[in-house]
């Protein structure tokens, strides 16, 4: 599951970080980017988690405990932005990054990794499609 996530984020990911820095400002497309790495690298992390049999070195540990937080905080940077250049901002952007945002809080205090990587992915995705609403919105 967390594999899917890595290769739905990448491969649209890339495409929506190259239409944003065609598109629209610098800040937004260096935001989009932000989003899309921090997002993969931190399911690829999770995903190689649970193949290895090995364990962790403590600070990947310590960076797949927290990683609802720093996906959540990873995604409101595009909306910062947005703020920030005085652009509208769809109603629709706002509540796939809050609804993202909540299955991500969700996701913090679950014990089962099964459910907890359902929540992570789906977070993920509902702020992904927020993001690209956001960066066509600063595409003009």
Aim: hydrophobic share 60%; glycine share 6%.
């Amino acid at each position: 599951m967390r594999l899917f996530a890595v290769l739905f984020l990448l491969l649209p990911g890339g495409a929506l970080v190259i239409s944003t820095q065609r598109h629209a400002h610098a800040a937004m497309a260096s935001a989009v980017l932000f989003f899309v790495v921090a997002h993969a690298a931190l399911h690829a992390l999770s995903a190689w988690r649970s193949t290895t049999s090995r364990l962790l070195p403590a600070p990947l540990r310590y960076i797949d405990r927290h990683a609802a937080w720093t996906m959540l905080g990873s995604a409101w940077v595009p909306l910062a932005i947005q703020g920030v250049h005085t652009q509208s901002t769809s109603t629709l952007s706002v509540v796939g990054l809050v609804i993202g945002a909540l299955c991500q809080l969700c996701s913090v205090r679950v014990a089962a990794d099964r459910l907890r990587n359902v929540l992570l992915v789906l977070g993920s995705a509902l702020q992904f499609i927020a993001v690209a609403l956001l960066s066509s919105m600063a595409a003009g």
